[in-house]
């Protein structure tokens, strides 16, 4: 195995060995890219506080999220398509996150199943789902999810309306992808990659495939998708959702305080603050500059995580110290899979988790539920001085 430092040394590899049309869906924005660009470095801006002459000795990580129990405070966000950045890659990436001790996300646009996953996992994963407007069809996943005995469900609220991303028009990312010569052509240099995907049954959406009503096949997926996405969604729809899932439920997608309260109002358990990692509307703020007025306006009420730009762990210290209690990676770890499979997810939470311990020892923090602003220098005027 090459010597393995940081998240970028995944990020080459995964750029070698992936085709460019996954590769660009995993490392892209939507329209000009701004809020993909200052989820990361927006990071950079903030400075910890170095202290010494203390006792740094039995340091832990450990803690919880929604109640259960982590080896730190990092899930693995739900990513779609992620079975085609390699062969089975939802049960590779899950294995890594069980046996590491942090939770799972699927994605409810996995090409490996919930069935899938849960039959070659022996712990319980989370499910993500999205605001679709097909009620038959959002009961039995939330069913499945069940039965596969899923320890949470995240609903997915900024994606009513689908952000243009160039670089997927331009390769022809679609449900299912549509293939050129260029495409063809770039995945036959990708051997690796391309023996996995020969090797595996699972090449489309095992969660709608013979699932959602119409979907018998890849080819009437194109149709669905297009029409299923709920644009008249609204807090009293959600409020729909959670009658149909009776166990702890997240909102992923929150990025204003009013919608912070409204989503405290519906009855869920945690929110994540999120930019869908860039990928919907341009020009919002930073996940990580969102978080403040976040946790004032309902930090004490709820359990507040934080999604979108994080690559490292001193990422996951400074939105820790912010006061969230939980983080999501999510292309830090696709680069991992991509990389070397479910050895490459591994080698992610591994880097990651010894910037964490690290740099939490030399700010003088023995565990992470004892971080706080007072470990953080954070610019004036960080969350901005808006007109």
């Excluded at 096949?217 to 194109?222: G, R, T, V």
Aim: hydrophobic residues 40%; aromatic residues 6%; charged residues 25%.
């Amino acid at each position: 195995m090459p010597v393995i430092t940081n998240i970028d040394d995944l990020k080459r590899i995964y750029q070698r060995r992936v085709p460019r049309m996954f590769y660009d869906y995993a490392e892209s924005g939507s329209w000009s890219e701004l809020t993909f660009r200052e989820n990361t470095t927006d990071f950079d801006l903030l400075r910890l506080r170095q202290r010494v002459a203390i006792d740094m000795t039995g340091r832990s990580t450990a803690s919880q999220m929604i109640g259960q129990d982590v080896s730190m405070p990092v899930a693995l966000a739900p990513v779609g398509l992620t079975g085609m950045q390699h062969a089975d890659g939802e049960i590779k990436a899950a294995r890594a996150a069980e046996n590491f001790g942090v939770p799972y996300t699927l994605s409810t646009m996995s090409i490996c199943s919930i069935e899938d996953v849960a039959e070659h996992t022996s712990k319980p994963f989370w499910m993500q789902v999205y605001t679709l407007k097909d009620d038959d069809f959002m009961q039995r996943l939330f069913d499945r999810a069940k039965d596969a005995k899923c320890s949470a469900a995240v609903i997915t609220v900024d994606l009513q309306l689908l952000g243009q991303r160039h670089k997927d028009l331009k390769n022809g990312l679609s449900a299912p992808p549509k293939l050129t010569v260029k495409s063809v052509t770039n995945m036959m240099t990708k051997v690796r990659w391309g023996l996995g995907m020969l090797g595996t049954k699972r090449r489309f959406f095992g969660n709608i495939v013979g699932h959602a009503k119409g979907v018998k096949d890849p080819s009437s997926l194109s149709t669905w998708t297009a029409e299923a996405f709920d644009q008249a969604l609204d807090w009293d729809r959600i409020r729909e959702f959670r009658k149909m899932w009776d166990g702890p439920l997240i909102i992923k997608g929150i990025l204003d305080a009013e919608d912070a309260k409204a989503a405290l109002n519906v009855g869920a358990d945690a929110i994540i603050v999120s930019n869908h990692g860039g990928r919907q509307l341009d020009g919002a703020l930073s996940a990580i500059r969102a978080l403040p007025s976040i946790m004032d306006a309902v930090g004490d009420k709820i359990e507040v995580h934080l999604d979108s730009g994080i690559r490292s762990g001193q990422d996951v210290l400074k939105a820790l110290s912010l006061g969230a209690k939980g983080t999501y990676i999510g292309r830090a770890y696709v680069y991992g899979l991509g990389a070397m499979g479910e050895q490459g997810v591994t080698k992610a939470l591994e880097v990651i988790h010894k910037e964490l311990d690290t740099s939490m020892g030399l700010c003088g923090v023995r565990k992470v539920s004892d971080l706080g602003r007072d470990n953080m220098l954070v610019p004036e005027d960080f969350a901005g001085r808006w007109a």
